[in-house]
């Protein structure tokens, strides 16, 4: 394949602003020809090692990157599909400011060629609105999952096949193409990953991971050597990691983690699933009635540790002998906020922060700005969010929440 031609690129970022702490979290290139014909597709999630920014424009959660490539990662082979080619964006300024900003960081000022789609349209397409998607219609381009750079790099590659189908002098495109093919990029050397599409990420990276999809990670062992103060160790961060009733990517690692580390194995793991599962169950049932969102949370901490079904069914009809159930185990203490805890909060979260600073500090907690070993507590728009916070957070072995998490600690 020649390497001249355009190279179509979309990029999902965790903000607006290249030239301070916005970076690029998943990009994709499509390769198209002299004669307006595809050759070639390629894309991948990039770990912009912080915060994820407004995660519900771009639907890229933290999970999903923990084992993405960073941009220094992919920089190389990214550099040489774009090389001696016509960079072509739609709303161009965008995308070339973020990778003229990710390349910089990597010593490299590569000298860009570029056109805009939504520029081109006031020739192509007078009248016709600005966004990607209003664009397309005009040409009945089918585009599917917008905001996915894969999907908006293919969409903006049909666009731009369609502009030069439809007339124009081929002076100009053959201009901008010989111009890009005169000033190849310098090429850059250094560690480079795997790219990681987007369909490729982790399978149990999902938002609520279940007990099964990490349980199936833990060894078998036989004999398993495990104490009683592996146990405890294992049931407390147990606790930790369903305070929000979902179980992290992050979390999820953890725990396999700890197993492997304390000598447990996959039946012993079950087996304190169960043992957790139990005592939840015996506090529902202390005052002799279940409410519905009592049997809503059984139901839902039973799916995720992977409880029989069966067993489900039956602690909601009647209370069970826990005193039976889990004899010979020792109980955890359960983790709780106490008056004068410091909280900190990270990320873009559904309720406006200083509401929910106001309301900590109305019931005596402290809303605190920065991660120290003091800190009870980290409340993330995303658990597995890769914020400085975050990660300052795990090293110290600091809850990390989301704000239904929260809700259900102030509730207790």
């Known amino acids: 394949m ?43 999630l990039v770990n912009p090692g912080r915060d994820l ?34 960079l072509v964006a739609h709303n161009a300024s965008f995308d070339t400011r973020f990778l003229l900003a990710e390349f910089e960081r990597s010593e490299v000022v590569p000298s860009m060629v570029s056109l805009c789609t939504m520029r081109l349209a006031r020739d192509f397409l007078p009248g016709a609105g600005r966004a990607l998607a209003d664009r397309c219609a005009a040409f009945d381009i089918d585009l599917v999952d ?7 790099a293919l969409a903006t590659a049909q666009l731009l096949c369609a502009y030069m189908k439809i007339g124009g002098d081929p002076s100009f495109w053959q201009w901008h193409i010989d111009t890009a093919a005169a000033q190849p990029w310098p ?20 938002p609520e991971t279940t007990a099964a999809s990490f349980l199936e990670r833990i060894t078998v062992k036989l004999p398993e050597y495990s104490g009683p103060v592996e146990r405890l160790d294992y049931l407390a961060l147990l606790d930790r990691c369903l ?10 690692q953890g725990l396999v983690a700890l197993a492997e580390e304390s000598g447990l194995g996959r039946d012993d793991c079950e087996e304190l699933h169960l043992q957790y599962f139990n005592e939840l169950v015996r506090v529902a049932w202390s005052d002799g009635i279940l409410t519905p969102d009592e049997m809503a949370d059984i139901s839902k901490v039973g799916d995720l540790l992977a409880i029989p079904s069966g067993l489900i069914s039956e602690t909601l009809g009647k209370p069970i002998d826990v005193a039976t159930a889990n004899a010979g185990h020792a ?18 979260m559904a309720r406006v922060r200083s509401e929910w600073e106001a309301e900590l500090s109305a019931l005596g907690f402290v809303p605190w700005s920065g991660v120290t070993k003091t800190v009870k507590l980290l409340v993330a728009a995303d658990p597995d969010s890769l914020s400085g916070k975050a990660r300052k957070a795990r090293d110290y072995n600091i809850p990390v929440v989301d704000e239904t998490g929260l809700r259900r600690l102030l509730a207790a």
């Open 187 to 206: 090429a850059l050397t250094g560690e480079e990953s795997q790219w990681l599409p987007r369909e490729s990420a982790p399978s149990w990276a999902t």
């Open 53 to 86: 920014g407004p995660q519900r424009v771009h639907r890229v959660r933290a999970a999903d990157v923990m084992h993405a490539p960073t941009f220094a990662q992919i920089a190389p082979r990214l550099a040489g599909l774009l090389s001696g080619r016509v």
């Open 2 to 44: 020649s390497n001249t031609g355009f190279a179509v690129v979309d990029v999902e970022t965790t903000g607006l602003f290249p030239g301070g702490h916005d970076r690029i979290v998943e990009i994709a290139v499509v390769h198209v020809d002299a004669n307006g014909i595809v050759e070639g597709q390629w894309d991948t």
């Open 146 to 152: 917008a905001h996915r750079a894969s999907a908006d």
């Open 331 to 348: 109980a955890v203490e359960a983790f709780t906020l106490v008056p004068g805890d410091l909280v900190v909060l990270t990320g873009e």
């Open 243 to 252: 305070l929000d009733r979902s179980i992290s990517a992050h979390e999820a």
